[in-house]
Each structure stands twice: as structure tokens, then as C-alpha cells.
């Protein structure tokens, strides 16, 4: 087509351009770079020469690329605040992406798109609830219960056994697989107005459903064989933070054991780390994961060295798929429906790992070296926040910081150490922070200017009358008459202080008369009162 001139003429001054392009993108992929970022640069990069053919003014050249290209953003951002079927976030994927590409041809220090009026506005996580929070990790959990159901269900004497396979699950169903063969159930009919040739094809699908039951190979057994394998696949990127680009990637030789961190440490190489990265293999999982390599020796007898999770095509012939493309798990999928568990994704599932780590440890920076990521990343991708964890992280917080804390005795707090006044009765009760009477002995205890505070005290000293009478018919010396006589001088000390406080003690005892006690202690008071007693005169 080009030497019969039906793409027209050579545009000459974007060869230069062209050149570079090509030599940035396959050295990034020589670098380690993935494929698939070259390949959706080079979906952006004909949008813009698109725009550049049709609606730029000038001819497009290595000169000429940075205006264009802000013209071109420019273009971007007027179709997406005029409502013309594109978003300002998508607006920016596409900058961002040949701006990236014209970076590392014009060997720029600072991106291209940073000259634009193109922003990427990141909306920041939000918080779930309690609720949603402990909603996502049953799911979690009962996601890799199934996988594991699963993994204990296709064995190699399962999987080369009779069809179709039982499975029985730990949430009380039965899974039948019948690997290629359809269900009896699902089986048409035979059509009553032509019955030989009905009878003839029912003895062809008997004949066939038979044959396929006695061939025991890959082309009979490649979908049990593709499933077990996808199981084992997400129970390792659950349990391990491998993601779904480096786990369908790992080859035989990429484990080694290591005795003293009880468990397995997996190396492989991250695309957007630009270098190696180790994994760990719990003590937990090594079983699992042992009767996995067993169970791959013995499937796979002649690929001792290939893909950890390599996979099978139609036919049982290994499946046709670049080392960079991610195996399809809708079988999986499908499965799980049926199963009634909630399918959790590749990254559902890595990120589910990191919070959970989070939350347990409370430390960024070992989660973010556990897990393979700059403490930054961590934070800002993947760190979803708890209103349940923020709930709790407040309320230590002001339990530990706030100097007006709750006591358990009328009045508030001060201090967090108790510390006994100079001038405490050797039969008081010492303070602890946990016995109410305790709180009238403390050097911290802070009495309060309102009527409410003197209808505690009144009510507590009636309570405390209670323990008086029970002191004296026992003979024994209790330390209630100290508290009693401690609140009664409070009372006294704030009846003379001032006339509307003195209405205030008046008040508080007419109510203890009327049997209204303070809801402090009110439940304590009613379980004791069965007579009218005396509420004790000021």
C-alpha cells in the first residue's frame, strides 16, 4: 500500500519524531517495561496524530510537538467541560499518556502535561462503615475457604477419576464439575415424531459421553486442571500480596525455602519497582502450598521447570497467550456463583491483604516493606480508611490526652495517676480510678459549680448510708462513714458559699425525700431502699 501510494504522500518532517518515538518505547520494553503500557500509549498516540491531521494549523513535526500537544490538551479540555462525551479524568489519561512518551523523547525534567491546563483531581478514599468494613472481610474469608475447598476437591485421583466430580463445600452445597461433558439434566429430549433418528442419536451421545469418560488426558481434563490451578493462583496472591502480573509470571525456580523464616521466599521482578522484589510464604501456608508442587509435579510430569501456574488450552495443548497477558479466571468466576460466594478479585484481594496488615500491625512503614511498596504508595493507593479503626484511635486517644476524664465518682478528673489528699481517714477507701468512693480522697477529684453535681453528691451519700447500717449491725468498721462524712462537708462547704447554692442542696434533698435520685445512682439506691429512711440534714 505504501509503494502503490494509497496511504499518500510521506509526511517527511515527522520522521525524526516518528524515529524517536519508536527507539523510547522499545527501549522502556528492553528495560523490563510491560507491553501493555506501550501498547495503550501507542491507542493515545493515534488520537493525537489523528487531531493533528484534521484540526491542527501547522504541520507536525519534532519542532512542533510541544505546541501541538498543549493545543491538542487544550482541544481535550474544551470537549470535556462542554459536555461532548468525554470526562476531565479521561481527558487527563490520555495527556498523561502521550505526555509521558513525548517526555522521553524530548528528554524533558519536568512532565509535559504540568504545562497543560489538564489536572487530575484524585477524589481521596472514603471511609466505610463498621458494617461494609466487616461485610468485606467475611467475604474475604469466605472467598478463600471456597479456593481451598476447591484445591482439596480436584485432586489428581479426582481429576482422573469417573465424571462428573463431587465437590463438597464447607457452606453445605455440593459442586458437580463435569469437565466438557453437559449435565444429564440439561440434555434434550428425544423428539417423539422422529424416533429412529432420535434412538440413533442418543446411542451417538451415549457412545461419545463414553468415550470422553475413559480418555483421562489434558484434552478430556483441561478445564478441572485450568481451575485448580486459578484456585491455587488466588491463594497465593490472598495470603502472600503477590499481585495477578507477577504470580501468573512465577516459574518453577523462582521459590526457595528458607529454614529459618519458616516458610518459602518468592523473587520475582516488578515492572513499576524497576527491580526484584521477595515475597513470603507463611509457615500457615507451606502445607497448602507444598501439596500444591506435588499435585503440579504429578499433573505436569515433563514441565519440572516451567510456569508455577502454567496453564492449558482447548484440547489440553498448553495455552496460547504472551507471557505479559494475565490467564482468564472466569471459570472461576462462574464457579464461585454457583458455590454462593462472593467472587473477590485480583486486586480486591491484594488490597483486602495490605488493609488487613495494616489494621493488625497499626505500622506503615513494615507493611509497606512486607508488601513490597514505597510507604507512599501504600498511603495513597491502597490504605482504604476505618471509621470503625477511627472510632477506636479517638477514643484511646482522648482516654490518654483528655485532662477532664470521666470518673467513676461525682465530679471530674484531673490526672490520670490517683494520688491520695494529705488529710485521708486511715478507713477511707484509697484511690484507684475504679471505686466511687475512692474519687472523695483523690488529690485530682474536682467538684462542679451545678445543681446536678450537688443531687449526685446528696444521692451517693444516701447510697453509702446503706453500707453504714450494714458496717454497724456486723460490728465491723466500714469505710463508708469516711465517705459519708466527706460529702457531708462538701454539702456543708457548698450550702455556705452562696445563697442560690444553698437552694441548690436544699433542692437535692427535697428530692431524695420524693425518692428521685440521680440517675448515677439511682439503679444502685432502688435496690436497696424498702423502707423511708432519713436523707441526712446539712
Known amino acids: 500500500m505504501i509503494e502503490a501510494g494509497k496511504l499518500g504522500r510521506p509526511l517527511i518532517e515527522r520522521i525524526e519524531l516518528v524515529r524517536l518515538i519508536r527507539e523510547s518505547l522499545l527501549n522502556y520494553v528492553d528495560g523490563g517495561g510491560r ?42 479540555l474544551h470537549r470535556a467541560r462542554v459536555g461532548r462525551g468525554l470526562l476531565e479524568r479521561t481527558a487527563y489519561g490520555y495527556g498523561s499518556k502521550v505526555g509521558w512518551v513525548l517526555d522521553r523523547v524530548l528528554g524533558r525534567a519536568t512532565p509535559l502535561i504540568k504545562s497543560t491546563r489538564l489536572r487530575s483531581r484524585k477524589r481521596g478514599p472514603r471511609a466505610v462503615s463498621p458494617t461494609t468494613d466487616k461485610q468485606n472481610l467475611e467475604e474475604a474469608f469466605a472467598f478463600g475457604r471456597f479456593l481451598l475447598d476447591l484445591a482439596d476437591g480436584l ?18 452445597k455440593t459442586l458437580e464439575l463435569w469437565s466438557g461433558l453437559k449435565s444429564p439434566n440439561t440434555l434434550k429430549p428425544p423428539n417423539p415424531k422422529w424416533p429412529a433418528q432420535s434412538r440413533q442419536a ?19 481434563r483441561y478445564s478441572v486442571i485450568n481451575l485448580r490451578i486459578t484456585a491455587e493462583m488466588f491463594m ?15 516459574r518453577m525456580d523462582q521459590w526457595r525455602f528458607k529454614p529459618s523464616s519458616q516458610g518459602y521466599e518468592i523473587r520475582t521482578y516488578k515492572h513499576r519497582r524497576w527491580g526484584p522484589v521477595v515475597f513470603q510464604i507463611y509457615s500457615e501456608y507451606r502445607e497448602v ?15 519440572p521447570d516451567g510456569l508455577l501456574f502454567p496453564s492449558l488450552g482447548k484440547n489440553g495443548t498448553p495455552a496460547q497467550r504472551r507471557s505479559d497477558a494475565p490467564p482468564n479466571f472466569k471459570t472461576l468466576q462462574k464457579i464461585s456463583k454457583r458455590a454462593g460466594v462472593a467472587f473477590v478479585g485480583p486486586q480486591a484481594l491484594r488490597s483486602t491483604n495490605v488493609n488487613w496488615m495494616l489494621r493488625r500491625t497499626a505500622d506503615p512503614d513494615l507493611t509497606a516493606e512486607e508488601k513490597q511498596h514505597a510507604k507512599q504508595t501504600l498511603i495513597r493507593v491502597y490504605e482504604k480508611p476505618s471509621l470503625q479503626r477511627a472510632m477506636v484511635q479517638t477514643q484511646v486517644y482522648w482516654a490518654e490526652y483528655d485532662p477532664t476524664m470521666a470518673p467513676p465518682g461525682p465530679g471530674t478528673c484531673t490526672g490520670k495517676n490517683p494520688h491520695p489528699v494529705a488529710d ?33 453528691l446528696a444521692s451517693f451519700r444516701f447510697l453509702k448510708s446503706f453500707e453504714e447500717v450494714e458496717a454497724k ?38 428530692r431524695l425525700d420524693e425518692e428521685r435520685y440521680h440517675p448515677a445512682w439511682k439503679g444502685l439506691i432502688e435496690s436497696h431502699v424498702k423502707t423511708p429512711r432519713n436523707h441526712y440534714e446539712t
Request: proline share 4%; net charge negative.
Open 289 to 303: 502450598f507444598d501439596r500444591y508442587l506435588h499435585w503440579r509435579k504429578a499433573i505436569f510430569p515433563e514441565d
Open 155 to 172: 485432586s489428581v485421583e479426582a481429576i482422573w477419576g469417573p465424571l462428573p466430580l463431587q465437590i463438597l463445600m464447607r457452606n453445605g
Open 424 to 456: 485521708m481517714p486511715a478507713t477511707a477507701v484509697q484511690p484507684d480510678c475504679m471505686t466511687p468512693s475512692g474519687c472523695l480522697f483523690c488529690d485530682h477529684q474536682r467538684d462542679i459549680d451545678s445543681q446536678d453535681h450537688v443531687w449526685s
Open 35 to 76: 507491553r501493555k503500557t506501550v501498547l495503550g500509549c501507542i491507542e493515545k498516540l493515534r488520537l493525537f496524530l489523528r487531531w493533528a491531521d484534521e484540526s491542527s494549523t501547522q504541520a507536525l513535526s519534532l519542532a512542533t510537538v510541544e505546541e501541538c500537544y498543549r493545543h491538542w490538551c487544550d482541544a481535550l
Open 473 to 510: 449491725s456486723n460490728m465491723n468498721q466500714n469505710p463508708a462513714q469516711a465517705a459519708i462524712n466527706r460529702i457531708t462537708a462538701k454539702l456543708n462547704f457548698i450550702e455556705a458559699s452562696s445563697s442560690e447554692r444553698a437552694q441548690w442542696v436544699k433542692e437535692a434533698l427535697l
Open 236 to 250: 497465593l496472591m490472598g495470603q502472600s500480596g503477590v499481585n495477578l502480573a507477577q504470580s501468573h509470571q512465577l
Open 202 to 220: 442418543e446411542q451417538r451421545a451415549a457412545q461419545n459421553r463414553a468415550d470422553w469418560q475413559a480418555d483421562r488426558t489434558y484434552r478430556t
